[in-house]
């Protein structure tokens, strides 16, 4: 099981999901602006990486359907996943 979690605006938010596409998904924060840190936990290895805040916007706001999978591509690239 992967979690992830997400900090921004002063607030974290919790996920949890088989892969990494669905433990991102699964997070759900109040206010998707700001800089965020995300964190990808997988059993005991621990990546952080900072979004920008277009990234967290369109990651977590109400965008396209199109424009939310080239997010979360770029997401995974970010993360060295590859698919």
């Given at each position: 099981?992967?979690?992830?979690?997400?900090?921004?605006?002063?607030?974290?938010?919790?996920?949890?999901?088989?892969?990494?596409?669905?433990?991102?998904?699964?997070?759900?924060?109040?206010?998707?602006?700001?800089?965020?840190?995300?964190?990808?936990?997988?059993?005991?290895?621990?990546?952080?990486?900072?979004?920008?805040?277009?990234?967290?916007?369109?990651?977590?706001?109400?965008?396209?359907?199109?424009?939310?999978q080239?997010?979360?591509?770029?997401?995974?690239?970010?993360?060295?996943?590859i698919?």
């Amino acid at each position: 099981m992967i979690e992830s979690s997400l900090k921004t605006m002063g607030k974290v938010c919790c996920g949890k999901g088989k892969t990494i596409t669905e433990a991102i998904l699964d997070l759900k924060p109040e206010v998707p602006r700001g800089i965020g840190i995300l964190v990808i936990k997988n059993k005991d290895k621990v990546i952080e990486k900072i979004l920008q805040p277009n990234i967290v916007r369109d990651l977590f706001g109400k965008v396209s359907r199109l424009q939310k999978q080239n997010v979360i591509r770029n997401v995974k690239n970010l993360f060295g996943v590859i698919e």
